[in-house]
């Protein structure tokens, strides 16, 4: 089974909808990290946790709610989107919450309209 | 705040070797490598900590001077499988960055 799996693969929602997001890494580390990627700008960092305790949230807009239930899932909730937030979002995982070797999901491709 | 990566955006031949650059406005903890082909995930190539060393595998490798903030990657007689974007991932503080990523193209 690959190391990190992310569902849906694509995604496609109205602005008033609520649907979530769903990370899973068979790897056995204990830090989770989500990412957001759009067209032209660099990865952007959004939460990271490490043993299921969130450690960095980098100035992300509620309407965006993440949460780990256990060290091996990771979920992002999502309810009032903007069609700014049309992006591929990327779940990680790494061996401890120091950035180290990160491995990456495949992404799910969110629309928003 | 965002590494600046130079140049954005390389075509090589077969065989060509190519230079991308990373530079920071802060001090530096480590510098991260990471290469993502179109339409995949990010995959790790390696990872520099404070201390000026040169990392490499293959024909891939990296330095990094913490003094200037700067990395840089070296990738020696390209294949096509190297294309890709390259993106440098800076560690300063607590504070993870991913730089703006340069696009490298690999021509026979």
Known sequence: ETGVTQTPRHLVMG??????????????????????????????????????????????????????????????????????????????????????????????????? | QQPVQSPQAVIL???EDAVINCSSSKALYSVHWYRQKHGEAPVFLMILLKGGEQKGHDKISASFNEKKQQSSLYLTASQLSYSGTYFCGTLSGNQFYFGTGTSLTVIP
């Open chain 1, 15 to 113: 602005m008033t909808n609520k649907k979530s997001l769903k990370c899973e890494q068979h790897l056995g580390h204990n830090a989770m990290y989500w990412y957001k990627q759009s067209a032209k700008k660099p990865l952007e960092l959004m939460f990271v946790y490490s043993l299921e305790e969130r450690v960095e949230n980098n100035s992300v807009p509620s309407r965006f709610s993440p949460e780990c239930p256990n060290s091996s899932h990771l979920f992002l909730h999502l309810h009032t989107l903007q069609p700014e937030d049309s992006a591929l979002y990327l779940c990680a995982s790494s061996q401890e919450a120091s950035y180290n070797e990160q491995f990456f999901g495949p992404g799910t491709r969110l629309t928003v309209l």
């Open chain 2, 13 to 15: 031949r077969e065989g």
